[in-house]
């Protein structure tokens, strides 16, 4: 089977003892893994463009929507690295997030259109997928505002004394939130099992991190609370894979914290309504030229497990589900009056 390189790589601009750890060990990995990478890969790509279309062209919601297109390796791999009864926390742009922790297309989709058949009954949208019983607990439009909360879920957690890790996905920009700060000290103070995930796609909105930010590399971040760090290369799933095993196995052993910061891109604006036009075209077709979906795809027609014909097959199996889901929620009623009562602290 396949193997991978190291994970991280190393900061060659790092002073001496200033330097990510070195990254997750290389493995094997049955086909099936292989195999279900590439098709969950391929469905966020496909569900999130047919979000776009909705959105932008048959005008089926309005409100914020932050897509995920180019970013899916980073759901795929983490997901398929934790167990079922880990809990994950994102911020808004989680559709796929959402996905990849068992909330089905057709949930989500409603959830977008505002219609009693989503996740959260139509209340929350795009920015806020939420499902206890999945433990995906949002979805949150205030930028860095979920890192607290996951250190709260990591405080239960181990007040509990259960074996479980919280991931906490957060973009690059809002490593710069005050709150960020201050929840990873709490986090590093009280050893909360907690995996923060920033998700560097270069961009905070319009605004090109290193414009924003002194350091050059945000696992620094994690370097003023003592706190374990690292740094994964998103441009193959594997990487993300491996790092995140390796990484939660260490975790639930130890009941630390870990600050991973995990290089991706996204291809599309910040949110529908940007144009991106702050980027060049040849910089995103650099980037989709190692599209990580794509990558992955002809890596298993290389190594026989998989034929031409069966990406393409798979590719209309992603779209058929997401044009299933859009009927889905196209057919779901909206919330009837007494939702208002529903979900509230008094009456």
Not at 61 to 85: N, S
Request: charged residues 25%; hydrophobic residues 35%; contains cysteine.
């Amino acid at each position: 089977m396949a193997s991978v390189k190291d994970a991280v790589k190393p900061d060659t601009k790092a002073k001496p003892g200033n330097k990510a750890p070195a990254g997750a060990p290389s493995g094997t990995h049955s086909k099936d893994l292989l195999i279900q990478l590439y098709k969950d890969m391929i469905l966020y790509r496909r569900f999130e463009e047919r979000v776009h279309v909705a959105y932008t062209t048959r005008r089926k919601f309005a409100g914020f929507c932050h897509l995920h297109i180019g970013q899916e390796a980073v759901a795929a791999g983490v997901q398929h690295a934790l167990r079922p009864t880990d809990y994950v926390i994102g911020a808004y742009r989680s559709h796929t997030q959402a996905i990849a922790k068992g909330i089905t297309p057709n949930e989500v989709m409603a959830e977008l259109f505002g219609k009693v058949g989503g996740c959260v009954r139509g209340k929350g949208g795009s920015m806020h997928m939420f499902s206890k019983d999945k433990r995906f607990l949002g979805g949150h439009g205030i930028v860095g505002g979920q890192v607290p909360l996951a250190a709260g879920v990591g405080f239960a957690i181990k007040y509990r004394a259960e074996q479980d890790i919280c991931v906490c996905y957060v973009g690059d920009a809002a490593t710069n939130q005050g709150q960020f700060f201050e929840a990873l000290n709490m986090m590093a103070t009280w050893n909360l099992p907690v995996l923060v995930i920033i998700e560097n796609n270069r961009y905070g909105m319009g605004t090109d991190i290193h414009r924003t930010t002194s350091i050059d590399h945000l696992w620094k971040r994690a370097l003023g609370f003592d706190m374990a760090h690292s740094q994964v290369d998103g441009s193959n799933v594997l990487n993300i894979y491996d790092a995140v095993r390796s990484t939660g196995d260490e975790m639930r052993k130890k009941n630390h914290p870990h600050l991973m910061e995990i290089m991706t891109y996204r291809y599309r604006g910040h949110s529908v309504s940007d144009p991106g036009a702050y980027r060049t075209k040849e910089e995103v077709a650099d980037y989709q030229a190692r599209d990580p979906m794509l990558m992955h795809g002809k890596f298993l027609v290389a190594n026989k497990m998989a034929t031409e014909e069966d990406l393409a097959k798979w590719d209309e199996e992603a779209k058929k589900t997401a044009a299933d889901a859009e009927d889905f929620a196209d057919q779901s009623p909206p919330p009837g009056e007494e939702e208002i009562w529903q979900d509230v602290y008094a009456d």
